[in-house]
């Protein structure tokens, strides 16, 4: 699926080249140009969702994460307890 209108992720595909051999294709790819415009951050979840409805397709939604890279973090084996989360929007 190509990107309409908006590219939303790094990487997403925005042009699809058809061609007889990969010189034909490699010189159509040469000629393709994509201009692209820097969209604001949305870190909220509620305006993210709002956002989403307004521009329908696929969207990615980043939130912040804050930690101390000094903090050991110990693996999973030996955390007690289980860790439960129920997300709803």
Do not use: K, M
């Not at 699926?1 to 990969?22: Q, S």
């Not at 010189?23 to 000629?31: C, K, M, Q, R, S």
């Not at 969702?49 to 101390?68: M, Q």
């Amino acid at each position: 699926v190509l990107a309409h209108d908006r590219v939303r992720v790094p990487g997403e595909p925005v042009v699809a080249i058809a061609a007889e051999t990969p010189a034909a294709a490699a010189a159509a790819a040469d000629l393709v140009r994509v201009d692209y415009e820097p969209l604001p951050g949305i870190y909220d979840p509620l305006a993210a969702l709002a956002a989403a409805r307004r521009a329908p397709g696929p969207a990615l939604l980043v939130l912040p994460i804050a930690f101390d890279p000094a903090e050991r973090i110990p693996p999973y084996s030996e955390r007690p307890g289980e860790i439960r989360a129920r997300f709803h929007l």
